[in-house]
């Protein structure tokens, strides 16, 4: 008997939007992409969060001014309601998202384990 996984996996695409972990998260995201000011702070936000993780990967320290300007745009993050919200929204989203890899990895954790305990 075939198994198609991809069938599977895209069944639990389709019931992962029905969660109200992900409906809240598409709400919050929504609500930041409805306002002009939100959307563009966040934009802002991601941009330095790509730009560090390449800065770390390629071992290079940020500029005093780099700092400076981080600094500031995470102080607007940090009060902006719409992205602290959406912020939450997609911790608890992640959160599910682990545990339900937790789950489609268990038998692989366990060979594992098992080889261990060998």
Avoid: C, R
């Amino acid at each position: 008997m075939a198994v198609n996984i991809y069938d599977n996996a895209n069944e639990m695409a389709k019931v992962l939007t029905q969660t109200e972990q992900y409906q809240s998260w598409e709400k919050a995201f929504k609500d930041v992409q409805g306002d002009d000011k939100s959307k563009e702070l966040f934009k802002q936000f991601q941009t330095i969060q790509m730009t560090v993780q390449q800065m770390m990967q390629a071992q290079k320290t940020p500029t005093p001014e780099q700092e400076k300007e981080w600094d500031a745009i995470a102080k607007d993050v940090q009060a902006d309601e719409k992205i602290k919200a959406l912020m939450a929204a997609e911790q608890v989203l992640n959160t599910l998202l682990g545990e339900i890899n937790d789950i489609v990895t268990k038998p692989v954790s366990e060979s594992y384990a098992a080889a261990h305990k060998a």
